[in-house]
């Protein structure tokens, strides 16, 4: 089999022909580019859970073929069957995941596509399920195209950018969010110099942020979580891009553990943070960040995963959230596809979805 190229490669495909949700599998890179065919409800559920699709876009991608794929196979009878089926398998991905709202805005979608064709037959409603999964998909790579556009306007040639986790390719169908003005800046030539942090406990910087971007010919360097202070310190960094997985309506901000460190360190020594966010991550029926609910993991990603042997003393406690909330007033500016936010957030976000409403 010819190898896989990972920069040409969607991250979540559809291939309707086999009944089945194709994505590049997380857990495997940077070792191997593989793809994994998911048919079943419990597959799905297992790859989003189990991080082999990862990232909030990428997530609600994956949902959205997902349910479309478990549609096709649901009663085509009558139309209560079929919503009955089709409300209790959103629900069940639905509850893969807690902290990314993409999951649940991307699913309510699908379900608003139900009922809106509630009137049609069944394979009707399957074929309005199909074109609304692609439709999510293409807006997200639409969407990060503009990211990229608002937020290379931030950068300027030679610059040094931090960033955590993986918001890039790999957490959405193509081009990432807090990779995307990365990828801009790197085609109009400005040779940026990109630090990685290598983002414990599932090292989503080093094994898929680092790769991504040294596959695509970015100056990249990779630093564990403890050492973003040395490099700010040092006058290296001069922009902080990261991704998210839900905005509160006042700008606080959910991403993946450690982003609020970054983002503290950030302020001490004066370099703006941004955080890159597509509209649907931003959600707007919670006020604050205290709303957010927080994904926490099993303790033996922190104990065992990624050494021979168990590396903490047995049975020690140990706490394992996913995600922390940033304050927002230790961000910069939020860039959306509408523009870039700053505060007061509660009217700048407002104003990004009026903009969104009247489809400027
Ligand atoms: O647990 P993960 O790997 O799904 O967490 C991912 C992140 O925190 C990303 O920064 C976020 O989803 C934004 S992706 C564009």
């Keep these: 089999m010819d190898k896989i190229n990972l920069m040409k490669t969607d991250t979540v495909m559809l291939d309707d022909e086999?009944?089945?949700?194709?994505?590049?599998?997380?857990?495997?890179?940077?070792?191997?580019?593989?793809?994994?065919?998911?048919?079943?409800?419990?597959?799905?559920?297992?790859?989003i859970y189990l991080l082999q699709v990862r990232g909030a876009p990428a997530i609600g991608v994956a949902a959205a073929m997902g349910i479309y794929i478990l549609a096709k196979g649901m009663p085509q009878e009558d139309y209560d069957s079929f919503y009955q089926a089709f409300a209790e398998q959103k629900e069940y991905l639905d509850s893969a995941r807690?902290?990314?709202v993409n999951l649940s805005w991307a699913l309510r979608r699908m379900e608003e596509c139900v009922l809106s064709h509630r009137e049609k037959s069944v394979p009707q409603i399957v074929e309005a399920l199909r074109k609304e999964a692609i439709a999510i998909r293409d807006e997200d790579v639409a969407v990060c195209k503009?990211?990229?556009?608002?937020?290379?306007?931030?950068?300027k040639q030679g610059d040094g950018v931090l960033t955590h986790c993986n918001a890039g390719?790999?957490?959405?169908?193509?081009?990432g969010t807090a990779t995307a003005p990365i990828y801009v800046a790197e085609e109009k030539g400005y040779h940026l110099r990109v630090f990685c942090d290598e983002t414990r406990p599932l090292?989503?910087?080093a094994r898929?942020?680092?790769f991504e971007l040294q596959e695509s010919g970015v100056d990249t360097t990779l630093i564990c979580d403890n050492m973003s202070a040395m490099v700010m310190k040092k006058g290296w960094v001069d922009t902080v891009f990261v991704g998210c997985d839900r905005?509160?309506?006042?700008?606080?901000?959910?991403?993946?553990?450690?982003?609020s460190v970054v983002a503290a360190v950030a302020k001490q020594y004066g370099v703006p943070m941004y955080i890159c966010a597509p509209t649907s991550t931003i959600d707007m029926n919670i006020a604050t960040g205290d709303d957010i609910v927080i994904e926490e993991r099993k303790p033996d990603e922190v104990a065992e995963m990624w050494y021979q042997e168990r590396m903490a003393p047995k049975d020690v406690k140990i706490f394992n959230p996913a995600f922390d909330v940033t304050?927002?007033?230790?961000?910069?500016?939020?860039?959306?596809?509408?523009?870039?936010?700053?505060?007061?957030?509660?009217?700048?976000?407002?104003?990004?979805?009026?903009?969104?409403?009247g489809g400027k």
């Design 146 to 155: 503009k990211i990229g556009e608002y937020g290379v306007t931030l950068l």
């Design 247 to 259: 905005v509160a309506a006042n700008g606080d901000t959910a991403n993946k553990i450690g982003t």
């Design 18 to 47: 086999n009944s089945a949700v194709v994505i590049i599998d997380q857990t495997k890179l940077p070792g191997k580019v593989q793809l994994l065919s998911l048919t079943t409800a419990q597959q799905i559920w297992d790859a």
């Design 169 to 175: 390719k790999l957490a959405t169908v193509q081009f």
């Design 327 to 357: 304050d927002h007033s230790l961000i910069a500016g939020i860039i959306t596809e509408y523009g870039i936010a700053r505060a007061p957030y509660e009217q700048s976000l407002k104003e990004i979805f009026d903009k969104k409403k």
């Design 208 to 210: 898929l942020t680092a």
């Design 203 to 205: 090292l989503q910087g």
């Design 98 to 100: 807690p902290t990314a």
